[in-house]
């Protein structure tokens, strides 16, 4: 098992004609993730190496059977191709696209919750299941499979982790990056969840990063309802009060929401929360062999 | 992207909320100027993006024409520094406004609440003070309500700040102000708009004293209005990036930081802090690996007077190590960093990337595997912490 996509993803990628999304469409391809289809408006009946390409999601799913939508749409126009596509009848959503206003994504959240369908990003490296399928941009090579969960607000800062686990002998469940903007599909606790419930996974690594409150919400959640081990990073320890690095999420005001305050807040839980990445894969290589 | 007050109360007039009128100067004399057209008494107040300018002698009150000039001339040029240590924030502009009468003092704002996912309104009875220490020792004072996304009317505001204990003859003005300011919200995309004080005059007119807003950046392309505002950062270095598409911000250290990916930029910060260092600046690099882009990273990190060394630290997933190693061979060809660099590729096609490197066999390049040792090797290169 892992989670979100494995053996049976059907894959329908939205913005599969583009420059991006063909790139990242083939590439999913080739790692053997079943790709059904594209979604263009205007260019349906056309295909992208022989993977057909339909005016809506809607048809990808009726015509070519797709169950997961990949959006890799232009920001202006992202948050209505993920309307969309939870109107289409897919299970799943993951939204590559960086750079979607806030507020447009406050009521795509919830009509994703009303629909019940999963949401995976915006702004997000996407879900990688080693051995099984990929959706999204996460380079492949450094993750084997093997036990470990692995939930992330960064991208290459998860490759990072994911190649030092990966050289210390062991592998990945999942790869799941929620993304890094202020409102995200699903966040640490949703996926925290799953991995609970997965029985591939026997230890799970969360990397967050200034911003907000999800991961001290984590630290609550995993104290009260999950019981398998949880190692931790979390990035931005020298950010500067105020200042917004990169990702949209990564904005603090006051005291709450720093680095310090989401060690602490995990760690009271009883989370061991690694110094750098290379300590963060040491010490869940380490609890792994323990188990 | 954070507003000026005068450029906050601008968009607050455009929707319909009372605030004084007023004058925005950049010059002692421009400020005089627009105080004698006011008339007095006239605000004069600092322009800079942080709180507690009141206490740090940001905002002054004059009564006449020398008290105007006087006023001006202290606070336009001085350095405020944040309640928490923030800045210091050169004063480059004043706003002059007439004098309000304040007979009563709000609070009152609406931010994005993103652990609920919703449009978040808060009101006090208690404005003035530091809303933080309010809701701290007297959480009752303030009301806080989330906005049903389907709609948010007049009724709803009303209840909120009569809940707050506003005085009841101005409840009808404070709902509407509130429901405009939940407009602000939706119509200009802003995550967060406090206004401390809003005011009720003697006159019982409601008036929004001060304002603080943030503007979504993501959508700055529907507001072309906020888009030109955007364009004005003061720093010179976070003006340069800007020009050339980087993801930039200045710290105050000696270690120029290059990175590829936000996340990793900033746990580079992180390690180079633990290895005793003081980090000059974030900069993600992003999927960026072209001489050309490597060549303006470089540039705008050594435009900082105060680097000593640099730290590359790439992770190479998509991008390819030896693509971004013959760019740091170009880019050392094009310019003379006159400093040590410290470069670490790990990731795809790290082996060839590092080959190209010690096959350049560039002077002052220095080669670590790990990110750690990297982070040892930059902080030892440029002389410690600044």
């Known amino acids: ?291 | 992207m954070d507003l000026l007050e005068y450029q906050g109360k601008q968009l607050f007039a455009k929707h319909g909320i009372a605030v004084p009128s007023g004058e925005v100067a950049d010059t002692v004399d421009g400020a005089v100027a627009a105080a004698e057209k006011i008339g007095y008494p006239c605000a004069i107040k600092a322009q800079v993006l942080i709180g507690g300018r009141g206490k740090a002698g940001g905002i002054k009150i004059a009564q006449n024409v020398e008290e105007a000039r006087e006023h001006a001339g202290a606070i336009l040029g001085m350095d405020i520094v944040g309640p928490h240590g923030e800045g210091p924030f050169r004063v480059d502009q004043v706003w002059i406004e007439g004098g309000s009468d304040i007979a009563e003092e709000y609070y009152a704002s609406v931010i994005l609440d993103r652990g609920e996912k919703k449009l978040l309104a808060m009101v006090s009875a208690k404005g003035g003070m530091d809303i933080e220490a309010v809701a701290a020792e007297d959480p009752d004072a303030l009301v806080k309500r989330h906005i049903d996304p389907s709609g948010f009317d007049a009724a709803d505001a009303r209840s909120i700040v009569a809940d707050a204990g506003l005085a009841e003859d101005a409840l009808d003005e404070a709902a509407d102000a509130l429901v405009k300011l939940a407009e602000v919200a939706r119509e200009e995309d802003a995550t967060l708009i406090e206004v401390n004080p809003l005011i009720v005059t003697a006159g019982r007119d409601v008036v929004a004293l001060d304002s603080k807003v943030t503007i979504d950046g993501n959508s700055l392309f529907r507001h072309q209005d906020l888009a030109e505002i955007a364009d004005t950062v003061d720093d010179p270095q976070e003006q340069m990036a800007k020009e050339k598409g980087l993801t930039y911000v200045k710290l105050d250290g000696n270690v120029g930081i290059l990175a590829n990916g936000a996340g990793l930029c900033m746990s580079t910060l992180d390690v180079v802090a633990q290895a005793g260092g003081a980090p000059a600046n974030f900069l993600d690099a992003g999927g960026g690996s072209k001489a050309e882009a490597i060549v303006n990273a470089l540039e705008v990190i050594k435009s900082d007077a105060k680097v000593s060394a640099i730290l590359f630290n790439i992770f190479g997933g998509i991008t390819r190590c030896d693509e971004i190693a013959n760019g740091i061979v170009t880019a050392s060809q094009q310019i003379d960093l006159g400093m040590p660099l410290v470069v670490r590729l790990d990731g795809t096609n790290s082996e060839e990337g590092l080959k190209i490197l010690a096959e350049a066999n560039l002077p002052n390049l220095h080669q670590e595997k790990t990110m750690l040792d990297a982070a040892r090797r930059v902080v030892e290169l440029a002389g410690g912490a600044s």
């Not at chain 1, 799970?204 to 995993?222: L, S």
Request: aromatic share 6%; proline share 5%.
């Open chain 1, 1 to 291: 098992m892992s989670i979100i996509v494995g053996e049976n993803t059907k894959l329908a990628v939205s913005g599969l004609t583009g420059r991006e999304g063909s790139f990242h469409g083939l590439r999913n391809k080739a790692y053997g993730t079943d790709l059904v289809a594209g979604v263009t408006p205007g260019k349906g009946g056309q295909d992208v190496e022989g993977t057909p390409v339909f005016d809506t999601i809607a048809e990808a799913v009726s015509e070519a059977g797709a169950n997961t939508s990949m959006i890799f749409v232009p920001a202006r126009f992202a948050a209505a191709a993920i309307d969309e596509a939870i109107d289409s009848g897919v299970e799943t959503v993951i939204a590559i696209t960086e750079g979607i206003p806030v507020l447009d994504m406050l009521s795509t959240y919830w009509k994703a919750k009303e629909k019940g369908v999963r949401l995976i990003g915006p702004n997000c490296p996407g879900v990688l299941s080693p051995g099984k399928a990929n959706v999204g941009i996460i380079p492949a090579q450094f993750f084997d499979p093997g036990p470990i969960g692995v939930v992330s607000k960064s991208g290459t800062l998860t490759y990072q982790i994911g190649n030092e686990l990966k050289q210390a002998g062991t592998g990945n469940s999942s790869i799941v990056g929620i993304g890094g903007d202020p409102i995200v599909g699903s966040d640490f606790i949703d996926i925290l969840t799953m991995y609970e419930a997965d029985p591939d996974t026997e230890l799970i690594v969360m990397v967050g990063e200034i911003g907000g409150d999800a991961e001290e919400r984590a630290a609550e959640f995993i104290a009260s309802d999950i019981n398998k081990p949880v190692v931790a990073y979390i990035a931005g320890f020298t950010a500067p009060p105020g200042k917004q690095m990169g990702h949209a999420g990564a904005i603090i005001s006051g005291s709450s929401g720093t680095a310090q305050a989401k060690k602490d807040a995990l760690e009271a839980k009883g989370v061991r929360v690694g110094e750098s990445p290379t300590e963060t894969a040491a010490i869940a290589a380490e609890m792994l062999r323990s188990l």
